[in-house]
């Protein structure tokens, strides 16, 4: 039986991209190669292209894989090689380039021909969406713990620093019943936390006819038979509606306390030069009412330092924005110009130097935000899905619906009837770097 594995790299949107990927390739036969195993028939690489190192990377793991799986058919794909799929083929690590247009499709058809499989099991015009399947496309299959779904792909903003609307296109939406069927699906697999997921979530159902919006799918959502809990990955600031805050609110927590709300900068200059659809006044009332409507949910921001023209001083406006907010952690990211983009253009870059610098202390000031969130849960018991991991120190990891990574002390219990479970947790201390919980 022939074997595949893929890596992926980026976001999780990519993830599910490859949970859609492993979908088609199981379909038509194949199952994935086992851990410590011989090397795999396919190698599926599943790149982003966020950044110039997001490239580079790519590149270096192709080269490893191919020293790993000297004899593999690798194919690469994801948003780099839709945006230069010509640069990844002349590498003689890869023998095959599949961009994002039809990607499960595809690839499933390149599996078929060169493996002599039938192609009447493959999945057919699946579109930007692919397929569902209970099976995680990093862990191994069917751990039935957590999901991606897919609702929404591209996007219509047109931040200056950006590559991914010219890759993956302008904004679309899976139609309604077709999410709530794979809802279904997945609920129905075991799947205890679904996360709905893609490039700007919040601009879910605005392309359809009629058109919806997030919080109508959410609502809908809600009501799916067996549902466990729902997370959303990421929204926009703008589209973080009363209607959205208020069902966060009152879901007792099915609908995860928990946003990712991109900042990218605290400085209103900066936010123009990035072409952000917002100012820093806008950010802080969004983030003010979700807190007001939901006192516990973890509230999180990308922010990129040393965006080209930031001084100092912008810098540090940026900085004490975040200090006096009530946000609970960051994903910092360092800038790096993205060839295409007009931020890339700018002569005024920040010397790399600077930018490491200011990027180690927002790090800094985010290890301080999620010390005194985690910190003032100490004592509390909190609501938590227990995943089928058991740390090194033999604690059972779980993630509390507000986004609390713990390990759960287990007691000399056997860890097997508590894995993928929602249950409650007593968080009992907090470090730096960790988080202590018992059984409530």
């Given amino acids: 039986m022939s074997t595949y594995r893929i890596v992926t790299l980026g976001c999780k949107l990519n993830q599910a991209d490859s949970t859609a990927l492993a979908a088609s390739l199981e379909r038509l036969g194949m199952r994935r190669a086992g851990p410590g ?7 599926i690489l599943n790149t982003c292209t966020v950044t110039a190192g ?14 790993e799986n000297p004899d593999a058919l690798l194919v690469a794909t994801g948003c780099y090689a839709e945006r230069d799929g010509g640069a990844l083929l002349s590498l003689p690590e890869i023998d095959e380039v599949v961009g994002m247009r039809d990607q499960a499709e595809r690839v499933a058809r390149l599996a078929a021909g060169a493996f002599g499989l039938s192609e009447s099991d493959a999945p057919r015009d699946l579109g930007p969406f692919g397929a569902t399947v209970a099976c995680d496309p990093v862990a191994g299959p069917a751990p039935r713990t957590r999901a991606y779904l897919k609702i929404q792909d591209g996007c219509n903003l047109r931040c200056s620093y950006c590559i991914i609307p ?27 936390e679904i996360v709905f997921t893609g490039v700007n979530t919040g601009d879910y159902g605005r392309d359809l006819d009629p058109p919806m919006r ?15 809990r729902l997370r959303l990955n990421s929204l926009e600031p703008r589209t973080v ?13 099915r609908l995860a306390r928990h946003l990712q709300i991109p900042l990218q900068s605290g400085c209103d200059t900066v936010l123009a ?5 917002y100012r ?34 912008e ?25 295409g983009t007009p931020a890339a253009a700018r002569p005024d870059r920040v010397d790399p130097g600077v930018i490491r610098e200011r990027s180690a202390r927002l790090r800094a000031l985010a290890r301080r935000l999620s010390f005194r969130f985690r910190g003032s849960f100490a004592g509390l018991s909190v609501p938590a899905l227990t995943l089928r991991q058991i740390r090194p120190d033999g604690r059972l990891r779980a993630l509390s619906d507000n986004f609390i990574d713990m390990g759960i002390d287990l007691e000399g219990r056997d860890p097997g009837p508590l894995f993928n479970r929602l249950l409650t947790a007593r968080i009992t201390h907090v470090t730096d770097s960790d988080t202590f919980a018992a059984m409530a």
Avoid at 37 to 43: E, F, I, K, Q, R
Avoid at 55 to 62: L, N
């Fill in 315 to 339: 810098f540090e406006t940026t900085l004490r924005f975040i200090e006096s907010s009530s946000l609970n952690y960051l994903h910092v990211f360092s800038y790096s110009p993205r060839p």
């Fill in 280 to 313: 820093a006044a806008d950010y802080s009332r969004v983030i003010a009412s979700l807190r007001d409507a939901v006192p516990q949910a973890a509230i999180g921001a990308d922010v990129i330092a040393g965006f080209p023209g930031e001084s100092d001083a």
């Fill in 37 to 43: 195993g011989p090397g795999a028939a396919l190698v």
């Fill in 241 to 253: 509606t009363g209607r959205v805050v208020d069902l966060m609110a009152r879901s007792d927590g």
């Fill in 54 to 67: 997001a490239d580079r990377e790519a590149r270096q793991i192709a080269r490893r894989l191919r020293r």
């Fill in 214 to 228: 997030l919080h109508h799918l959410l609502g809908k959502a809600l009501g799916v038979a067996g549902l466990g």
């Fill in 166 to 192: 010219s890759v993956r296109g302008a904004s679309r939406s899976l139609p309604p019943d077709e999410v709530l069927r794979r809802l279904a699906e997945l609920t129905g697999a075991g799947y205890r």
């Fill in 273 to 277: 030069r990035m072409r952000r659809p």
